[in-house]
C-alpha cells in the first residue's frame, strides 16, 4: 500500500530565505505521480507542484521546486524567497497510476510559519 | 480560484440528520473525487466518480453515499449524522492523472 510520511510537524523560515519540506513516500507501483498542496488557514487545498515518476527533471512552479530522489523515495518541496503569505500547512501526496483507484493519498502535513 | 464550486460552504445540522453537499466540477472534467479531513483522521480518499459512474471507493462509510450526475456535478449525501462526522468536506476534480484540483470545501458541524 501507498504511503506518505512528513516528519517535520512545524517549520519556521524568515522571510526571503529558501525553506524545504520533506516527504518521503512508499509505493510498490512503478507509475506514481507526487504533488504538493497548500492549505491557509482559510482551509481551501491549492495545487502547488506535480512530479511523475518518469519525469527525468525536476519540477518547479515559479518559486516552488519539487527536489525529487527517486532511489530515496523522496519529493521534498523547496520554497525559494518565503513570504509571509506562505505561512500555511503544506501537504504531500502521491497517486498511484497501476491500479484502478487513481486517488491522492495524503501525508499529515508540515505547518510552516515565515517571520518577517 | 481552482473552477471547483462546492456548496453550502458551511453546515451545521443536529445528529441523526442528513445533509447533501454539492459540487461542480471544473469544465471539461470528467473524474470527481470526495475527501473528508478531520483533526483525527487527516486527508481521507471517499470515493471517485469518472462521466458517472463509481470508480473506487476509499473510507467511505456506509451512511455515506454519492452520485454523479450527467451534467457531472457530484452530491455526497451523508445519513444519520455523528459528532465525529464533522469535519472539511472537499470535492476535488481532475481530467488528466497528473491534476487535481480541489474546491473550497464544506464545513460539516454536527451538534
Known amino acids: 500500500a501507498q504511503k506518505i510520511t512528513q516528519t517535520q510537524p512545524g517549520m519556521f523560515v524568515q522571510e526571503k530565505e529558501a525553506v524545504t519540506l520533506d516527504c518521503t513516500y512508499d509505493t510498490s507501483d512503478p507509475s506514481y505521480g507526487l504533488f504538493w498542496y497548500k492549505q491557509p488557514s482559510s482551509g481551501e487545498m491549492i495545487f502547488l507542484i506535480y512530479q511523475g515518476s518518469y519525469d527525468q527533471q525536476n519540477a518547479t512552479e515559479g518559486r516552488y521546486s519539487l527536489n525529487f530522489q527517486k532511489a530515496r523515495k523522496s519529493a521534498n518541496l523547496v520554497i525559494s524567497a518565503s513570504q509571509l503569505g506562505d505561512s500555511a500547512m503544506y501537504f504531500c501526496?502521491?497517486?498511484?497510476?497501476?491500479?484502478?483507484?487513481?486517488?491522492?493519498?495524503f501525508g499529515k502535513g508540515t505547518k510552516l510559519s515565515v517571520k518577517p | 480560484d481552482s473552477g471547483v464550486t462546492q456548496t453550502p460552504k458551511h453546515l451545521i445540522t443536529a445528529t441523526g440528520q442528513r445533509v447533501t453537499l454539492r459540487c461542480s466540477p471544473r469544465s471539461g472534467d470528467l473524474s470527481v473525487y470526495w475527501y473528508q479531513q478531520s483533526l483525527d483522521q487527516g486527508l481521507q480518499f471517499l470515493i471517485h466518480?469518472?462521466?458517472?459512474?463509481?470508480?473506487a471507493k476509499g473510507n467511505i462509510l456506509e451512511r455515506f453515499s454519492a452520485q454523479q450526475f450527467p451534467d457531472l456535478h457530484s452530491e455526497l449525501n451523508l445519513s444519520s449524522l455523528e459528532l465525529g462526522d464533522s469535519a472539511l468536506y472537499f470535492c476535488?476534480?481532475?481530467?488528466?492523472?497528473?491534476?487535481?484540483?480541489f474546491g473550497q470545501g464544506t464545513r460539516l458541524t454536527v451538534v
Open positions: 466518480y469518472y462521466n458517472g459512474e463509481e470508480r
Open positions: 476535488a476534480s481532475s481530467v488528466d492523472q497528473n491534476e487535481a484540483f
Open positions: 501526496a502521491i497517486m498511484n497510476y497501476g491500479g484502478s483507484q487513481g486517488n491522492l493519498i
